[in-house]
């Protein structure tokens, strides 16, 4: 669906439930929330634009960064702990749920993410698998997870709960030479859509979250060059918008106009090609500039 029919949807949605939707009622205050990828970036700038009288779970793989954060969030009577996991694995996100269940959380906001430029068969095997297992795999596996208790809890103390999935301005169409990454996006985009619809009559608000160009270590980590994210948005600018879309709507873009997505209208083979050679040029360039990391080149079949 074209993203222009979205936010009519938005808008059909909203009229129809008129009086009762989130926005109806006013902002919410979470009171304990588990924020993935906290150690950086976008993650990082939600739990430094959350109030101080939330409760933090901070969630990554470097414990150092993680520590740091804690430091900075901690204050007198506020809860902040840190959980080292990877999300590529399936035993430490079930950890990772029954610790973020006992802290009794009522804001999940699912944003670690991880993608890798290059053509999918000249990408590393580890790589690929990481994206779609961490952009994918973990976020169903902890909403599935943790929304039963939050809606429990919200349900009992007459509280909304909310769940942010980051998903992206990729999600909106095929991205050829970043394929996997915006294959996984679309996945987050359309599941957090049919989990808001799911749950509508539940005492908790779901938003995808589609950031435009954000500053933060993401672009460097899948092989672009800085100058690859031109105009990219202050990540706790992108944080505030999407804590306030929160229950008004269940879609947020930032940091791009949203006229700029109307190539989303065209159809779907001619855009793919049409991103296909604007990728293939990316792509090129990257290989040809010697800094900082390149896509890897391909260099046999069996290569894991
Ligand atoms: N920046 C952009 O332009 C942009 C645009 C659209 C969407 N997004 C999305 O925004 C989200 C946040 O990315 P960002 O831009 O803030 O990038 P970032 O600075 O690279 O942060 C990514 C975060 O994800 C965590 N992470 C990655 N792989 C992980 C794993 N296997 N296990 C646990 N944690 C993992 C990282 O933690 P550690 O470093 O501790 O491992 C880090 O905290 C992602 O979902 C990304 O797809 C970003």
């Not at 035993?91 to 993608?115: E, K, P, Q």
């Not at 957090?192 to 672009?219: H, I, K, Y």
Request: aromatic share 4%; charged share 20%.
């Amino acid at each position: 669906m074209a993203h222009s029919d979205r936010c009519l949807l938005d808008h059909l949605i909203a009229a129809a439930s008129a009086g009762g939707t989130p926005a109806a009622r006013g902002a919410v205050s979470y009171q304990r929330a588990l924020v993935t990828g906290a150690s950086s970036g976008i993650g990082r700038a939600f739990t430094q634009v959350l109030p101080a009288s939330t409760d933090l779970l901070l969630v990554g793989r470097n414990a150092a960064t993680l520590d740091e954060a804690r430091r900075e969030l901690d204050r007198p009577g506020r809860r902040v702990e840190t959980i080292v996991a990877d999300l590529a694995d399936e035993a430490a996100v079930a950890d990772l749920i029954a610790r973020a269940d006992g802290f009794g959380i009522d804001l999940l906001i699912n944003n670690a993410g991880t993608g890798r430029l290059g053509a999918v068969i000249d990408n590393s095997a580890r790589a690929e698998r990481e994206t779609a297992a961490v952009n994918v795999l973990a976020v169903v596996q902890l909403s599935r997870g943790l929304l039963p208790g939050m809606i429990d809890r919200a349900r009992r103390e007459r509280r909304r709960a909310g769940l942010i999935i980051v998903a992206s301005t990729a999600a909106f169409a095929p991205v050829p030479y970043f394929t996997t990454y915006a294959a996984s996006k679309a996945f987050d985009l359309s599941f957090a859509e049919g989990l808001a619809e799911e749950l509508r009559t539940q005492p908790v608000d779901v938003l995808a979250l589609c950031p435009g160009a954000t500053r933060s270590q993401f672009g460097s980590r899948a092989g672009l060059s800085a100058s690859n994210l031109p105009g990219a948005m202050d990540p706790q600018t992108v944080a505030r918008q999407a804590l306030a879309a929160l229950g008004r709507q269940r879609v947020k873009v930032t940091g791009i106009d949203q006229a700029y997505l109307a190539p989303a209208l065209l159809p779907r083979c001619l855009l793919t090609r049409v991103l296909g050679v604007a990728m293939r040029e990316v792509v090129a360039r990257m290989a040809a500039s010697p800094t900082p990391a390149r896509p890897a080149r391909r260099s046999s079949p069996g290569r894991p």
